[in-house]
């Protein structure tokens, strides 16, 4: 694996992230109460259950929730990429529709405030997760045709996930507990 490929796949599931996030904020903008209903169901789901948890806690349950979704971008791949592109859809949809509802109650500066902090650090890694996918569906295809081996490949892929991704998702964790809420509560 070469890393013109690493970042061929990540940029493939950045472009598949991105348009599931506009997807989400046109259909908050042409249909609001569908937004409005997932983002209770979100806040009942997500919210509700977490808050109540010191950041501590809360830093831990939010790098588990990441670090499956990760796994599952990565390992999505062995359904031919299917699964990691169901993932990303659906967390593109969801982070668009709740990124255009919060961003019409609050503003475009909270949205930044909220996003932004552990952002730079779990967007990477949720994008790297799905490129990573992807190879791992082309290595499986590469086998298929005996042009490579899916195994060697997964686990020269697999290591990446350990150096990259999961660091990328524990700093990110912590700062989502730690610091975004105090940037958020400084804004608001």
């Not at 908050?28 to 808050?51: A, R």
Request: proline letters at 3%; aromatic letters at 8%; glycine letters at 10%.
């Amino acid at each position: 694996m070469s890393e013109n490929s690493l970042t061929r796949g990540t940029i493939f599931a950045t472009v598949f992230f991105v348009v599931s996030i506009l997807i989400g904020v046109g259909i908050v903008i042409l249909n609001p109460g569908f937004g409005e209903e997932v983002m209770s169901l979100f806040n009942d789901q997500v919210v509700g259950q977490i808050l109540s948890d010191s950041q501590a806690i809360l830093a831990f349950k939010i790098f588990l929730n990441n670090l499956t979704t990760c796994v599952l971008l990565f390992l999505g791949g062995a359904s031919l990429g299917l699964v990691t592109m169901l993932i990303l859809s659906v967390n593109g949809l969801l982070i668009g529709v709740v990124t255009e509802l919060v961003r019409a109650q609050q503003g475009a500066l909270y949205i930044v405030a909220a996003l932004v902090p552990h952002g730079v650090f779990e967007i990477p890694a949720v994008l790297i997760s799905g490129g990573l996918g992807f190879l791992l569906a082309r290595a499986i295809i590469s086998e298929w045709h005996g042009l490579g081996d899916a195994a060697a490949e997964a686990r020269s892929l697999a290591r990446i996930f350990l150096r990259v991704v999961f660091p990328l998702l524990l700093v990110a964790a912590v700062v989502e507990a730690f610091i975004t809420p105090a940037i958020l509560i400084m804004i608001a």
